[in-house]
């Protein structure tokens, strides 16, 4: 059974930084693409970043330039590292896992910028 948990969530001012981390754990094969997602209070959950085993990586407009992904492929962890937060960062974080046939989620940390 896959399992993925999320950490190093917290709170931050504007301006600052946090680095999020996601550990696997549990064997699977299902391991194609890693991806880190958001949601905001009160709106649907939205892609904030994703890398390909063997491929790139992608930013949604709204982090291009701040945030940062990365794979630690011996440790099965996934990492965030987030710049000049704003407030519109806001949300709980979620990562996922996934293949052609299946996507495994973690149960998220909750990030929170204040002005």
């Known amino acids: 059974q896959v399992k993925l948990v999320e950490s190093g969530g917290g709170s931050a001012q504007a301006g600052g930084s946090l680095n999020l981390s996601c550990a696997v754990t549990g064997f699977t094969n299902c391991r194609d693409t890693w991806s880190w997602y958001r949601q905001p209070p009160g709106k649907d959950r939205e892609f904030v970043s994703g890398?390909?085993?063997?491929?790139?990586?992608t930013y949604a407009d709204s982090v291009k330039g701040r945030f940062t992904i990365s794979q630690d492929n011996v440790k099965n962890t996934l990492h965030l590292q987030m710049n000049s937060l704003k407030p519109e960062d806001t949300g709980m974080y979620y990562c996922?896992?996934?293949?052609?046939?299946?996507?495994?989620w973690g149960q998220g940390t909750q990030v929170t910028v204040s002005s």
């Open positions: 890398l390909v085993i063997g491929g790139g990586s």
């Open positions: 996922q896992v996934k293949c052609a046939w299946a996507a495994n």
